[in-house]
């Protein structure tokens, strides 16, 4: 098993910036990608951010520039730095871990990834 837990989220204003965090434990060996992924009411849930193993980091064409992944393998932490915070980016944000091998073009589809937090909320307020 592996556990998952985000915090860091907050109400910002428009503009400004926020870093979620989320900590990995567990069966942290058999994790291959790791995500972010976003749920606001009335919209379906997207992800924000991915990285592989192998260093392969996907961002959706909307955020690039204003969100970045990181990690930091010593702490098994997950980070993600969002910038030029918008009210649309207001959402759930939930910190994901996948087991088995995705293509490219998967790494951002949430029904690949096995393991979720329990989310963190971020509001955006203009």
């Known amino acids: 098993q592996v556990q998952l837990v985000e915090s860091g989220g907050g109400s910002v204003q428009a503009g400004g910036s926020l870093t979620l965090s989320c900590a990995v434990s567990?069966?942290?060996?058999?994790?291959?990608?790791v995500a972010w992924f976003r749920h606001a009411p009335g919209k379906e849930r997207e992800g924000v951010a991915a990285?592989?193993?192998?260093?392969?980091?996907m961002y959706p064409n909307s955020e690039k520039g204003r969100f970045s992944i990181s990690q930091d393998i010593a702490k098994n932490t997950l980070y993600l730095q969002m910038n030029d915070l918008k009210p649309e980016d207001t959402a759930m944000y939930y910190c994901?871990?996948?087991?088995?091998?995705?293509?490219?073009?998967?790494?951002?589809?949430?029904?690949?990834?096995?393991?979720w937090g329990q989310g963190t909320q971020v509001t955006v307020s203009s």
């Open positions: 994901a871990a996948g087991t088995n091998y995705l293509q490219w073009e998967s790494l951002l589809t949430a029904k690949e990834y096995n393991y």
């Open positions: 567990g069966y942290i060996i058999r994790i291959v990608c």
């Open positions: 990285v592989a193993s192998d260093i392969r980091i």
